[in-house]
């Protein structure tokens, strides 16, 4: 058995947790010890380990039909799932996948062939977020910007480029959250000036780079990076593979973006040169290579939290932190947190609008106003899509697209394929997720249960070793200001013995927990936490 992402020779010294059952957040290992899955199993998990409704729809359709080919056949459960997905998103055309990088794939390709069919084939370059994660297949690496995971097969990849990325931490003193993201979109506005006739879409990661270290912005900048893909006749792919399904306080990230644009709280677009602090260059504004195998726990090393050259090798990107960087508040300096605070009031509060799955606000004909496809021309969806049970992914797009496709030419149309493709076992846990969300109220309920899980949290907020502490929706993250290299192995190690299955990204430590997680379990989280931030040997 080859581990994902895994150095193999170090599971020698750290064999893996060898799990028999799971309970809710529980996980429980083959000697009946248990962990509470804090990070929901890579982020796929949300309504915990052998959900009772999620088995019975699964069981259900065992006994109808486990798979048949999506080419030349079709079933009740893709085809009710795509219905559902079109209603939440406003994007009325599903394509489906199996996983998440089969998502970005088919995003990326379906967006270049869109400007073939168009009579535009040199529209063909991807712009992405730099520190973004997309994938590691071969194209989806190509718009991933984490050096660990790239550099290496840098030689097969097509060429994209990576703008400066609007995560707070890289505010610079006194200037927030929405100021950083809106300098950074002037960055995005001048790539594009120049480059839209060979661009066909930029792909992002909504409000969380997730791969990043859980690397928070302010949905200002999708805003401003809607108007501009407009205006220059750019795709912008929404990859909420990671933060779609309520992760971030919303059913899905670009709905606070498009609540934003509604409220209509920020300018008119000024040009680049207008703009009272100039623009992040392309190559700066740099916090990643934070080390670490997918989504912590580092196998290799890390370069340490402050602005000195890596001690260690295995990290490509040495270069010092810019001024302003999260890397500079390593010094115990306070961080600037207004960023964070916004981000959170934002999801919170301000933007609390009515969801699209408890049909508030709005009948069937109109078009409720935190629409995904305001935002979005793709949406891709994974991850949290069945519950965390079956692979199963989807993209979903306008009509405008679809019909580009449209037509008695073979070629026109999307050759894509994937033999597992809308497989009716996973459509039917989506289909039980959807019901579970709708039935419980799980947006409203989450908003509720994360005001508490934060309260819970503060003493760790206010932990000395603590910087950048910042929470979304369902995710709380914060960054540990003199973690050594290995820090993120030995919190997790450390944070296992508690009963915490926690992977930190680099210096990054985050949870992430399922909805069904109580306080009492989270405060035994935070317990786990605090007891290793104590420890200054971690
Ligand atoms: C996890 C993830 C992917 C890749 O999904 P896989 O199922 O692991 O291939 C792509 N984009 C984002 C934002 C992710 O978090």
């Not at 809607?226 to 990859?239: F, K």
Request: glycine content about 10%; overall charge negative; aromatic content about 8%.
């Amino acid at each position: 058995m080859w581990h994902p992402c895994t150095q193999m020779k170090q599971l020698e010294a750290t064999p893996p947790l060898a799990i028999a059952r799971g309970e809710g957040p529980w996980l429980i290992d083959t000697e009946g010890r248990r962990y509470l899955d804090a990070i929901s199993s890579w982020w796929v998990n949300l309504f915990g380990h052998c959900n009772p409704r999620i088995n019975a729809a699964i069981t259900d359709q065992l006994g109808k039909i486990e798979h048949v080919m999506l080419a030349g056949a079709t079933h009740e459960p893709v085809v009710e799932l795509s219905e559902r997905l079109a209603k939440l998103t406003g994007l009325g055309h599903a394509f489906y996948g199996s996983d998440g990088a089969s998502a970005t794939e088919i995003a990326l390709k379906m967006s270049a062939h869109y400007w073939r069919n168009a009579g535009q084939p040199e529209k063909n370059g991807f712009i992405s977020l730099k520190n973004g994660y997309h994938g590691e297949t071969v194209g989806a690496l190509s718009v991933t910007d984490i050096p660990l995971f790239k550099t290496t097969y840098e030689p097969l990849l097509r060429h994209t480029v990576q703008v400066p990325t609007p995560d707070a931490r890289l505010a610079e003193a006194g200037e927030t959250a929405e100021a950083y993201a809106l300098r950074c979109a002037v960055a995005l506005e001048v790539h594009l000036a120049e480059h839209a006739s060979t661009t066909a879409a930029f792909i992002v990661e909504p409000l969380v780079q997730g791969a990043a270290g859980m690397a928070m912005y302010h949905p200002a900048y999708l805003t401003r990076a809607r108007e501009l893909c407009d205006r220059y006749r750019v795709h912008l792919i929404a990859d909420e593979i990671a933060v779609g399904f309520g992760r971030t306080g919303t059913m899905f990230a670009c709905e606070q973006a498009a609540l934003f644009q509604q409220a209509g709280t920020h300018a008119e677009i000024a040009p680049p040169s207008r703009s009272r602090r100039s623009a992040p260059a392309e190559s700066g504004g740099s916090v990643s290579c934070r080390g670490g195998s997918k989504f912590g726990c580092e196998q290799g090393s890390h370069p340490p939290p402050n602005p000195l050259p890596s001690r260690e090798g295995g990290c490509a990107q040495t270069e010092p932190a810019p001024a302003g960087s999260p890397a500079n508040h390593g010094d115990g300096t306070p961080s600037p947190l207004e960023g964070w605070t916004e981000t959170a009031r934002i999801s919170s509060a301000d933007y609390g609008a009515p969801s699209p799955l408890r049909g508030e606000g709005w009948g069937e004909g109109d078009d409720p106003p935190n629409r995904v496809s305001r935002i979005a021309d793709f949406i891709c969806l994974s991850k949290g899509i069945t519950g965390g049970y079956l692979p199963l992914s989807a993209v979903l797009t306008t009509d405008d697209i679809y019909a580009a496709f449209y037509d008695d030419a073979t070629a026109r149309g999307f050759l894509h394929s994937h033999s597992y493709t809308g497989n009716p076992l996973a459509c039917r846990a989506a289909l039980a997720v959807l019901d579970i969300f709708e039935h419980d109220n799980v947006i409203a309920a989450n908003r509720v249960k994360a005001l508490d899980f934060t309260r819970i949290l503060g003493e760790v907020a206010a932990h000395t070793r603590v910087r950048h502490f910042r929470h979304l929706g369902m995710i709380w993250a914060f960054d540990v200001a003199d973690a050594a290299p290995g820090f993120s192995t030995r919190f997790h190690q450390a944070a296992l013995a508690l009963g915490a299955f926690i992977r930190p990204v680099g210096h990054t430590v985050y949870v992430m927990p399922p909805y069904v997680t109580s306080a009492d379990e989270m405060r035994a989280l935070a317990d786990a936490m605090l007891l290793c931030l104590d420890n200054t040997e971690i």
